[in-house]
């Protein structure tokens, strides 16, 4: 049996349920109030966690596989095998003052206070730059504690930069960059090839996401020419229509921030019948 970590709450818990359910392992009779939930394969469940608490449940073998934040993967210094980048819950740990204060980079802070729920980060981001700072470890409302005097700055996590101007801060420098990732524990690994096959199942997902698929009649005369707009993945796949010898069907896979302008430059190489479908899925 294999079990899945997954956030059972917060910013990273719908898109990590949405995209599992697109990979094919949707949630059954499940939820957040809940600690476990079955999968449509009778081999893999899910474990609802915090995120936070994700990386350590699956280095110490509570789970084989979790999805959680590149930052708290790193604050935990979990000893896990990084399978794959998620592409989603992109956000950045800024170093942020008061915004009425003179300091305008880290190099001024030394010997100062610094507020954070990632005492391990940034010390390690202020030891790289040859700073001594005290760190303030905080569990919560990190933006209040420069102005109830326990810090003179803060390192906090931002993805809009709302909550700084809100609690009157302003980012000075960026200490780390996040997204969500899909781990395993390193023994289970080795172990299963029932993981390779959700890392296979999530990647095709992902891969998938900004393609589309372009299918179109052709005049055979005009087929070198659509080679040329289409700017396909690896050229187009072309069949002949049983009913008319002159007319090719031709497909391709194309990015979907190009259609509107391919689908036009291919009507005047004379193609037509051209369908535009969504990929739910493509395989390496």
Do not use: W
């Amino acid at each position: 049996m294999i079990r899945i970590a997954i956030p059972n709450k917060g910013r990273l818990h719908d898109p990590t349920v949405t995209l599992l359910k697109e990979a094919g392992l949707p949630v059954l009779e499940g939820g957040t109030r809940k600690l476990f939930a079955r999968t449509t394969d009778p081999e893999i469940t899910y474990l609802f966690a915090r995120a936070a608490d994700i990386p350590e449940y699956v280095q110490d073998g509570a789970a084989d596989v979790g999805i959680t934040g590149l930052d708290l993967i790193d604050e935990t210094e979990a000893d896990v095998d990084i399978l794959l980048d998620l592409k989603f819950g992109s956000a950045n740990l800024v170093l942020a003052v008061p915004e009425d204060s003179p300091i305008t980079s880290a190099n001024e802070l030394a010997g100062m206070r610094v507020a954070t729920e990632f005492p391990h980060i940034t010390g390690k981001y202020f030891r790289n730059l040859g700073l001594d700072i005290e760190v303030i470890k905080v569990s919560g409302a990190c933006e209040m504690t420069p102005h109830v005097g326990i810090a003179d700055a803060i390192v906090d996590i931002s993805s809009s930069g709302t909550t700084l101007v809100t609690n009157h801060l302003k980012m000075i420098e960026k200490v780390f960059s996040s997204s969500v990732y899909l781990i395993a524990n390193k023994k289970s690994k080795v172990n299963s090839d029932k993981i390779g096959q959700i890392k296979t199942a999530v990647e095709s997902v992902l891969r998938a996401k900004g393609k589309r698929y372009l299918m179109m009649n052709v005049p055979a005369g005009s087929l070198e020419t659509v080679k040329k707009v289409l700017p396909g993945l690896a050229g187009p796949t072309v069949m002949k229509v049983e009913s008319d010898d002159s007319i090719l069907a031709v497909h391709a896979v194309v990015d979907s921030d190009s259609i509107f302008a391919t689908v036009d430059e291919l009507k005047k190489t004379g193609a037509k019948d051209i369908l535009v479908v969504p990929i739910e899925r493509m395989m390496p």
